[in-house]
């Protein structure tokens, strides 16, 4: 029996009220008042609400290949920073996560930096060319138990191989995250069509590019019966879509980027390429039927798509420019920003939609359990009453394209707590050091 | 602000026709002159000027143009975007005597300006200046050979020329900028 | 006037004391001595990254008549075509003390970018990116429409009830763009005809009337002017229309059409043209056509441009 680790005085877990809660170990010993904290330190949590860690089902690493932007390290340190214990980390790397021998690096270096659980993404082809299968079943029985297969960045376009991946991964409870973007439709597409991109002369991306696509693949779910995640929605349509195959029983859950939910196309008007990215900024309508459908639960969660570059690759014409913005870091203050202030959300529903819900649709048993005793004690501790500007300073990974820089924005993680220990205490990092000793201690038990 | 009327239309009329008759003087007779006013109200005195020749002496149809200067000034950079006047300039000036008109002369660049703009357009045998007012101030070695009224004046004041053909009135004043 | 970087940005003073000035500056043109002293020790730089050498030369020409330096960044063959980013490229310009910029770029928003960037400090002037603007194409369309028709007297004149029909390829034009908004500026009454897949889909919401075709357009009411635009070859085999002879029966200002308008009516293309494609010969070649002297006004306009942005008191102005 280890000792208690961290008293947590006078948080409120979720939407409840405030109470104390003790760790031991990497679990929660105790929710309560008057608890033995003996030998414990002692977080003062008094205002603060406490939620358990954060997933992020949809990370950009960029390790192996594009290090020069972020690695593994890096993106979990901004992961900590941003309130998150785990994220889910996407395929498209160099090269392509598309092995075991892949995935499980991936996982190592997650294991050995120690700021967060690093679960790899799959990728559903080989090379992510949308030819042939990857080793799926190889992934799934890895040492990294790859449950969720994606090609994001590009769509798994073709029907034929979209309807064998949804088929083939039924056998290891496994889902295929679709990035919806048909190809031809979107052909040099720079911003999402209409209004704007018609102004400022960028070929436009259709609405219906994505949403046919949704549509195709929540029928081809159904008729196999498997089961289908949807990555970053943008689209009013998509969301009826999505409303439409739910109603139907279909097996289908859908994410929303925190970007989706607070800015719209506009900000393409100065040519600004930090806020160029895919699917792109949309409408101000779609973004409030984005916040509408993560209310009602026909948008299951809210996953980053924190998709870092270095910054000579957003300091350029708008057409140049890479696609992508990062979002560990702000992707609660966002959420806070767009579902609670507006009231739209209680912060039960923020842990659902930030936690609770990725884990299960990842399969992270680990994760994204209710704060109670006997829960890992994977914990973030927000002040709900910051508000400042974002800044530079806020940012721990190692790129800044983030569209949030100068904007004001609420809540602050005070405090993220991984496997037991503190990654982040008062706002500030820990240091790597210190983070690797102590997940190498957690893994000799 | 306060301002201090130094002319209304009989002294403007009566300066101008004392000019007139200085410029015949000078050039003994009409011939060969050409009257080039600097926009905006410049023009407006040059045309005035050639209507009191006539009076003067009738018959005499001196050609009247403009000669725009915004091009030549050597201040484009300490005020905000100036607006170009056209420059019409209805003979060839090549060998006349051009009477430059201008309301006010001031530090005398306007004038500067003036006299570059018109070696662009030809090469006249004399070149001479009337203006309606010289309040002084000269900041290069230029003077009028024609001036209507001398009116000593500080940094700080303004001198407003309106004319009737563009302002609805005659009148020249002089304002004070009254320190808070 | 900081940048020229859209005409949308143009109040209707604004664009009509441009215009004005493109009058005087038209008037230095007629005279033997064309240069003007103004622009003395400034230093304008043509920072062409495609090949455009109408507009290139246009602005060289502009810039030489009020005596600035003129240094030619041709992005071909230089180091910008090795992968030298806007960035690179802008802050060498600027260690070169350059006053203007007046950059031509295959993307749209780049001068924006570079105007907005503070990795250079001089005046930008948009000569045409990507498919968003070409705003002294549209100065140069506008002055030439007012010259035609109001003459001596178009100082101080916009082109108030003036009927304006372009035609052809608006969802990838720059110019149909700066047209759009400075026309409506000024007054005038816009209508675009084109194949719907030639038009923006939002183009309900900019301040124009559409029409899909052309015989139909020009039956209503003859316009006052007709602009027809070029249609660039590599739209041809990108199922925007069937082929050439489709495009050019239904929306090509041919004999027929051409011999229906009134004497009247303005011909206007902003170059280079596609004979027998979008317009034929007689329609380019007739009197109505103002297709040279859009050449010839295009150095007025930029003239005034050039002078509008590089003179005037920057804080006074910021
Ligand atoms: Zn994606």
Redesign the interface.
């Known amino acids: 029996m280890s000792a208690p680790r961290f008293l947590i005085r006078g948080a409120q877990i979720g939407s409840g009220s405030a109470t104390d809660i003790l760790t031991q170990g990497n679990v929660i010993a105790a929710i309560g008042s008057g608890l033995d904290s003996a030998g414990a330190e002692i977080i003062d949590a008094h205002g603060l609400i406490a939620l358990p860690g954060l997933v992020d089902l949809h990370t950009h690493l960029r390790e192996p290949g594009y290090e020069q932007s972020e690695t593994v390290l890096s993106g979990t340190q901004a992961a900590a920073i941003g309130g998150f214990t785990s994220v889910f980390a996407m395929a498209n790397t160099n090269p392509v996560a598309d092995t075991a021998g892949v995935v499980e690096q991936v996982l190592a270096l997650g294991e050995a930096a120690g700021y967060a659980t690093v679960r790899p993404i799959g990728a559903v082809t080989q090379g992510l060319e949308g030819m042939h299968l990857a080793e799926l079943g190889a992934m799934a029985s890895s040492r990294a138990q790859v449950r969720v297969f994606s090609d994001d960045g590009k769509c798994v376009s073709d029907p034929l191989l979209m309807r064998r991946a949804l088929e083939y991964v039924k056998s290891f409870n496994g889902v295929i995250a679709q990035h919806a973007q048909e190809p031809r439709l979107t052909e040099d597409a720079?911003m999402s069509?209409?209004?704007v991109?018609?102004?400022?002369?960028?070929?436009?991306w259709?609405a219906v590019a994505e949403e046919a696509i949704i549509a195709r693949d929540v029928l081809l779910a159904e008729h196999v019966k498997s089961r289908l995640h949807v990555c970053h929605l943008s689209t009013a349509g998509s969301v009826e879509v999505i409303r439409w195959a739910k109603a139907r029983g279909i097996n289908v859950t859908a994410e929303v980027t925190p970007h989706h939910l607070l800015l719209s196309e506009d900000r393409a008007e100065?040519?600004?390429?930090r806020f160029k990215v895919n699917p792109p900024l949309r409408r101000r309508e779609d973004v409030l039927a984005l916040r509408e459908a993560l209310a009602d639960g026909t948008i299951d969660i809210v996953a980053t798509d924190h998709a870092p570059h270095p910054s000579?690759s957003k300091?350029?014409?708008?057409?140049?420019a890479a696609f992508g913005m990062i979002g560990l870091e702000s992707a609660l203050s966002v959420v806070q920003e767009s579902m609670v202030e507006t009231g739209l959300f209680t912060w039960d529903d923020v842990a659902r939609v930030l936690s609770i819900t990725p884990a299960r649709i990842g399969g992270l048993a680990s994760h994204g359990q209710m704060l109670a005793v006997g829960a890992p004690a994977e914990i973030t501790l927000v002040d709900p009453h910051d508000r400042q500007v974002f800044t530079t300073d806020r940012l721990a990974g190692q790129s800044h394209n983030s569209p949030y820089l100068g904007i004001d924005l609420p809540g602050r993680v005070m405090w993220t707590i991984h496997q037991g220990y503190a990654t982040v205490a008062g706002a500030k990092l820990i240091a790597t050091d210190i983070i690797a000793a102590q997940a190498e201690e957690v893994r000799r038990g | 602000m306060t301002a201090r009327v130094i002319m209304q239309t009989p002294d403007i009329h009566r300066v101008l026709t004392r000019i007139a008759h200085e410029i015949l003087e000078s050039n003994r007779g009409a011939d060969n002159l050409v009257l080039l006013g600097i926009p905006t109200r410049g023009v407006t005195l040059a045309r005035r000027l050639a209507a009191i020749f006539q009076t003067i002496v009738p018959g005499a149809a001196i050609p009247v143009g403009a000669l725009d200067v915004t091009m030549y000034r050597d201040d484009l950079w300490q005020h905000p975007t100036r607006m170009s006047s056209p420059t019409d300039v209805p003979v060839s000036i090549e060998g006349s005597t051009v009477i430059l008109v201008d309301d006010v002369l001031y530090s005398g660049r306007t004038v500067r300006a003036a006299l570059d703009a018109m070696t662009d357009l030809g090469r006249p045998q004399i070149v001479r200046l009337a203006v309606l007012v010289d309040r002084g101030h000269r900041e290069l070695p230029i003077r009028a050979d024609f001036v209507g009224k001398n009116l000593p004046s500080a940094h700080d004041e303004r001198i407003n020329v309106r004319l009737a053909e563009l302002d609805g009135e005659d009148v020249v004043t002089i304002d004070q900028a009254v320190s808070a | 006037m900081r940048h020229l970087l859209s005409t949308s940005e143009l109040s209707r003073d604004a664009a009509i004391d441009l215009l004005d000035i493109s009058e005087d500056m038209a008037a230095v043109a007629d005279r033997e001595n064309k240069k003007l002293p103004t622009l003395r020790g400034k230093t304008v730089v043509n920072l062409f990254f495609e090949d455009s050498t109408r507009t290139r030369i246009s602005f060289e020409a502009a810039a030489k008549r009020l005596s600035a330096d003129v240094i030619n960044f041709s992005a071909k063959g230089s180091s910008v075509s090795k992968g030298e980013s806007l960035k690179d490229t802008a802050q060498t310009l600027s260690a070169m003390g350059a006053d203007a910029v007046v950059i031509r770029h295959g993307a749209s928003g780049a001068p924006a970018v570079l105007a907005a960037s503070g990795w250079i400090d001089a005046g930008i002037i948009n000569a045409g990116d990507g498919t968003h603007e070409h705003p002294t194409q549209a100065l140069l369309d506008a002055f030439t429409m007012r010259r035609r028709l109001h003459g001596a007297g178009s100082r101080g004149k916009g082109l108030d009830g003036v009927s304006v029909t372009i035609v052809g390829d608006i969802v990838h034009s720059r110019v149909a763009r700066s047209n759009v908004w400075l026309l409506k500026t000024l007054g005038a009454e816009v209508r675009l005809v084109a194949p719907a897949t030639l038009l923006p889909v939002a183009v309900h919401t900019w301040p124009v009337t559409v029409d899909y075709d052309l015989d139909h357009a020009l039956g209503e009411s003859a316009p006052d002017v007709i602009m027809m635009l070029r249609i660039q070859q590599e739209r041809m085999n990108q199922a925007f229309f069937p082929n050439p002879r489709e495009y050019s029966n239904v929306w090509g200002l041919s004999n027929a059409r051409w011999i229906g308008l009134p004497a009247t009516t303005l011909v206007m293309h902003p170059g280079p043209m596609n004979r027998g494609l979008e317009i034929s010969s007689a329609a380019a070649d007739s009197p109505q056509s103002t297709i040279l002297e859009q050449v010839a006004n295009g150095v007025s306009v930029r003239m005034a441009t050039l002078y509008t942005v590089l003179t005037g008191n920057r804080e006074v102005h910021a």
């Open positions: 720079q069509e209409g209004e991109s018609a102004r400022l002369g960028l070929a436009g259709p100065t040519y600004d390429a000579e300091e350029c014409e708008w057409g140049a």
